[in-house]
């Protein structure tokens, strides 16, 4: 069985979900229960490796892994490697036993690898906001969530929000709330608060009276997947930080593992955007059922009943607003298609 912390339950409780097989984790990936691109790729691989130990269809549990969620392109990644174990080791023994066992070594390589990775996404992170800012300080506005809750390791923008904290350099961490899930103020408050952060969470529509006010030094945030020319794709919201970021003369930085570079989507109009039930917009969720599929989700409505709603889950920020792209491997500035193609050329693992 797979044991996964019920996102859509904090902070208010720390609940366990156990999958035991791959249909339930494809619901906890769509009820954003488990959630945010490292961690889905993780969680995928871990599935793959669940169907092939009960002895499932492990290619019919991958495919239903892998769509679970469009954007994130960990998600397929993680399944895909595991897939391979699988496949791999099936014909070279012949063992369907050993073969689950190879799934298995895939997944905690790739839970092993993304800790590696967050670590030294957090050193090039923090060495970067450093290096643009000088005067130490740092008030750092954040978005969507980004810590240890969706990775292996401590995160991406957050692990290096974290890494400032450590080193004494950390002044604030402005958290957008993230309409309409809340993971800000849900779950990056809480990562804020157990790390012992100063932090202050705000509505996402505040942020241009903050960068109006001075009191943004650069914006860190994470991505679902990053296209070939640089256009990053992450939590619906970004691209508004991005465009007041660029006009206040904030850095905007995506802190990403290599993984979520995908040259295979070659700019951002062609990412794949997850849209999301209406009823997220319409209600406020009541914490378990936030996500839940369905045409209503159980929450206390705030809108007329039959209202229409638009609720992509991602936007795409054009590689032109990006300061920089930091991953474990290098950070890429400007973010430019032929930078990034020779810092994914040869390191690529998955
Ligand atoms: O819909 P979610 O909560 O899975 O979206 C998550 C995000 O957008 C994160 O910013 C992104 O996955 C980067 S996580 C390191």
């Known amino acids: 069985m797979l044991v996964l912390l ?16 791959a249909s339930a984790l494809v619901e906890a990936i769509r009820s954003l229960a488990v959630r945010g691109a490292p961690l889905l790729g993780i969680a995928g691989a871990y599935g793959v490796a669940l169907a092939a130990a009960r002895g ?18 960990n998600l397929a ?50 060495a970067l906001l450093d290096e643009l800012l000088p005067g130490g300080g740092h008030r750092v506005l954040t978005h969507c969530n980004t810590g240890a809750l969706v990775s292996g390791g401590e995160g991406t923008a957050f692990a290096v929000a974290l890494a400032a904290h450590r080193a004494g350099r950390l002044r604030r961490l402005w958290v957008d709330e993230t309409r309409p899930l809340l993971q800000g103020a849900r779950l990056t408050a809480y990562e804020a608060a157990r790390s012992g952060m ?7 529509n505040a942020a241009g009276s903050l960068f109006a006010a ?25 691209y508004p930080l991005a465009v007041l970021a660029r006009y206040h003369h904030v850095p905007f930085i995506v802190v990403a593992p290599l993984t979520t570079v995908d040259l295979a989507t070659p700019d951002g109009a062609s990412v ?22 369905g045409e209503a989700g159980g929450g206390v409505p705030v809108a007329p009943l039959g209202t229409q709603a638009y609720n992509p889950a991602f936007d795409v920020t054009p590689p032109e607003l990006v300061t920089a792209i930091v991953t474990e491997e290098g950070t890429v500035s400007p973010v430019t298609a032929e930078a990034l193609a020779e810092l994914c050329g040869g390191s690529r693992r998955m």
Do not use: W
């Open 198 to 204: 100063a932090y202050t969470l705000l509505a996402d």
């Open 77 to 126: 990644l993680g399944v895909r490697r595991a897939q391979g174990a699988y496949r791999g080791e099936l014909t070279r023994s012949g063992s369907v036993q050993a073969a689950a066992g190879a799934a298995l070594a895939a997944a905690r390589e790739l839970h092993a690898e993304d800790a590696e990775a967050s670590a030294r996404m957090a050193g090039r992170g923090l």
């Open 56 to 73: 499932f269809d492990v290619d019919a549990a991958a495919e239903s892994l892998a769509g679970a969620r469009p954007t994130a392109v």
């Open 272 to 293: 794949e955007v997850e849209q999301r039930p209406g009823f997220e917009v319409t209600e406020i969720a009541a914490p378990s059922a936030a996500g839940a599929a």
């Open 214 to 238: 001075g009191e943004v030094d650069a914006v860190l945030i994470g991505a679902d997947r990053i296209a070939a020319d640089g256009s990053v794709a992450n939590k619906v919201g970004s």
């Open 6 to 21: 019920d996102q859509t339950r904090l902070p208010a409780e720390e609940v366990e979900l156990v999958c035991t097989d």
